[in-house]
């Protein structure tokens, strides 16, 4: 059973700085499992902020290119996501998900970020 833990998230002013953890659970490691970012805004529909593949490759929505950086330590089976430059329509409910080639079967509970001006 594959568990996702988020954490790391909070309230800041616009131009400061998160990095939200994912700790997960119950899977091995395979170059073909993917995990990403999500996130939720109040009234909207949950896009994606960031993926990482088995192999290292990343890939992130324009909206976040250049302040986001994903990344994992494979040791602690840890996803993180930086965040800096954050702006008020960052605010939103974060999500941590995995699966095999980036079919995001296993979702967290989400963590909130609000950025205030």
């Known amino acids: 059973q594959v568990q996702l833990v988020e954490s790391g998230g909070g309230s800041v002013q616009a131009g400061g700085s998160l990095r939200l953890s994912c700790a997960a659970s119950?899977?091995?490691?395979?170059?073909?499992?993917?995990m990403g970012w999500f996130r939720q805004a109040q009234g909207k529909e949950r896009e994606k902020v960031a993926s990482?593949?088995?192999?290292?490759?990343?890939s992130y929505a324009d909206f976040v290119k250049g302040r986001f950086t994903i990344s994992k330590d494979n040791a602690k089976n840890t996803l993180y996501l930086s965040m800096n430059s954050l702006k008020p329509e960052d605010t939103a409910m974060y999500y941590c998900?995995?699966?095999?080639?980036?079919?995001?079967?296993?979702w967290g509970q989400g963590t909130q970020v609000t950025v205030s001006s």
């Open positions: 990482i593949g088995g192999d290292g490759t990343t």
């Open positions: 998900a995995a699966g095999y080639y980036c079919a995001f079967a296993y």
């Open positions: 119950g899977y091995g490691y395979s170059r073909y499992y993917c």
